[in-house]
Nanobody, 124 residues
Framework: VQLQASGGGLVQAGGSLRLSCAAS????????MGWFRQAPGKEREFVAA????????YYADSVKGRFTISRDNAKNTVYLQMNSLKPEDTAVYYC??????????????????WGQGTLVTVSS
């Protein structure tokens, strides 16, 4: 599967951005989709994940209440709406896919398909 993330950019603290991740090709059946991020000099970390039908989601504590993950399976696209952005949200954001058996995981190792990242920079 090919995952193409987009929508990153430069925004002031308190602002909003919406990231998109378009999927193409074959992937897991009914994949769980996730977003991760990697700040400069830090390890890649989990941000959010969403079930196949979009009915269930879970988030990292650091973004809960500010970020919303959603998906449109008709468009093979997953979104990450980011509100109330903080400078510490600055990172390269990646989308990834895993099988339904990976539901609930926050581990990079459990996600088998990755897209290239999109850079989000939040200025103070």
């Amino acid at each position: 599967v090919q995952l193409q993330a987009s929508g990153g950019g430069l925004v002031q603290a308190g602002g909003s951005l919406r990231l998109s991740c378009a999927a193409s090709g074959r992937t897991f059946s009914r994949p769980v989709m996730g977003w991760f991020r990697q700040a400069p000099g830090k390890e890649r970390e989990f941000v959010a994940a969403i079930s196949w039908n979009g009915g269930m989601t879970y988030y990292a504590d650091s973004v809960k209440g500010r970020f919303t993950i959603s998906r449109d399976n008709a468009k093979n696209t997953v979104y990450l709406q980011m509100n109330s952005l903080k400078p510490e949200d600055t990172a390269v954001y990646y989308c990834a896919a895993t099988s339904p058996t990976g539901w609930g995981t926050r581990s990079l190792a459990d996600f088998g398909s990755w897209g290239q990242g999109t850079l989000v920079t939040v200025s103070s």
